[in-house]
């Protein structure tokens, strides 16, 4: 399934100065000969997909608004609309342009690939981008540049992905749609209601970066105590992922930079989905089918799928989902949503990781 949709404007070239990570182009190109192809679906149906994602991504941004207060007096801007291909390549963009920013920051001149380059290290995110590109439904990048006015931002609507799930889990298309928007349009207002988190994030990603200097010596190094440490630990007998041995790699300043970023990332995911169920069945009436099925859903897949998950680290992103939306909950019942929204006066007021899974410490820190 295709569907027409913004052209991506000329890559600027805001990565001067800055040590290429990847080849991002070629990423792009990998991911775009691997992934299959959308759902089957007539022109008309495709067509009618589109104008409903458009239409919804307005009308969402609006309940969001009124949900959290965020962003009363911004401008409502449609979403994009794209196809796999269009997102592969808006992501591997997006990815180019964060990486290119929080690089610009590192002083030291230390080979962040190793002996992999940036093409083979490009070959393997087009192949992490190809089984992702299948599975997305959006996404709002903050670091994407926008054609829509001056501040950076696109929020994407991957039609064919949106159309697979909602045929997979039998809902009613409007609803599903609504219920999908519901969630990027939290992103987009978290990003642009709150001018220092952008600069924020790009920030702590440029701190873990600039403590990247172990040799790949020193690296192997650690490596025996790493999987020991995932045999003995309480859960061995599941995979960390990806997400899991980096952290089990890293010195004790990347794990805390690692730590503030995902602890940032919950906060934003789990946000965005209370958000998303909180709009309630006045907007959304199948919305408790939908939770129900979309969960179900998350938690099955092929053996290759739930393979692919765990090696990705997918699961855990899943888990930061629900353990972010049950801080906000906590947070919400316990000082509604003005109190919650304290979160966005400063990154002090951030919850760390250790205080994502115990919202009444940051009860207790922030509101006293």
Partial sequence: MTSRSATLPPRPNSRDGA?????????AA???????TGPEVSRSEAAHAVRELRRASVAAETHVRELTGLGLDLPVLEGDVVDRTEWVRAAARGLSELTGIALNSRSTGSDLLGGLGVRGAGVQAGL?????????LGQYDPFLPSDQGTRPGRLLLVAPNIVAARQALDVPADDFTMWVCLHESTHRLQFNAVPWLRDHFADSLGMLLSDLDSSPGELLSR??????????????????GVLGLVELLQ?????AALDRILALSTLLEGHADHVMDA??????????????????????????DRLLRSVLGVDAKMRQYAQGAAFTRHVVREVGMDGFNAVWTSPEHLPTRAETTDPAAWLRRVHG
């Fill in 19 to 27: 040590r290429r990570t990847l080849d991002w182009d070629l990423a």
């Fill in 30 to 36: 990998t991911a775009g000969r691997l992934m299959q």
């Fill in 128 to 136: 992490v981008l190809s089984y992702l590109g299948t599975k997305v």
């Fill in 223 to 240: 490596l025996p105590g790493a999987v020991r440490g995932v045999r003995a630990g309480p859960d061995a007998q599941s995979s960390p």
């Fill in 251 to 255: 010195g004790p300043r990347q794990r």
């Fill in 279 to 304: 709009v309630g069945p006045e907007v959304v009436p199948s919305v408790a089918t939908i939770r129900r099925r979309f969960t179900e859903r998350r938690q099955g897949g092929g053996l290759l």
